[in-house]
């Protein structure tokens, strides 16, 4: 699918929303093949997007805790990391 999405679940402290939806979003683009926003794609885009960011988060508090760390942080916290 796409290498871009890092794996959220197993991270210290939580995935926070903002992981969430940044995952989401990265993960509609791809989908959807929409490279830049307009008018006409925003609404469909940002509904699919609130979609996907809570399924995700439902599916992560569902999933039993990982054993070891995810290999990579997600861009928001690399860019925190700097």
């Known amino acids: 699918m796409c290498r871009n999405i890092t794996t959220l679940r197993g991270l210290e402290p939580e995935a926070t929303p903002e992981e969430i ?11 959807s ?4 926003r307009s008018s006409r794609t925003d609404p ?3 509904q699919a997007v609130t979609a ?4 995700t988060a439902g599916l992560l508090s569902a999933l039993p805790p ?3 760390p995810p290999p990579t942080l ?3 916290r690399r860019l925190a990391a700097r």
Do not use: D, F, I, T
Request: net charge positive.
């Open 21 to 31: 939806e940044a995952a989401a979003r990265q993960y509609v683009r791809k989908v």
């Open 66 to 68: 990982r054993r070891q």
């Open 52 to 55: 996907v960011a809570a399924a």
């Open 74 to 76: 997600p861009p928001l």
């Open 33 to 36: 093949g929409v490279a830049s």
């Open 44 to 46: 469909a885009l940002e």
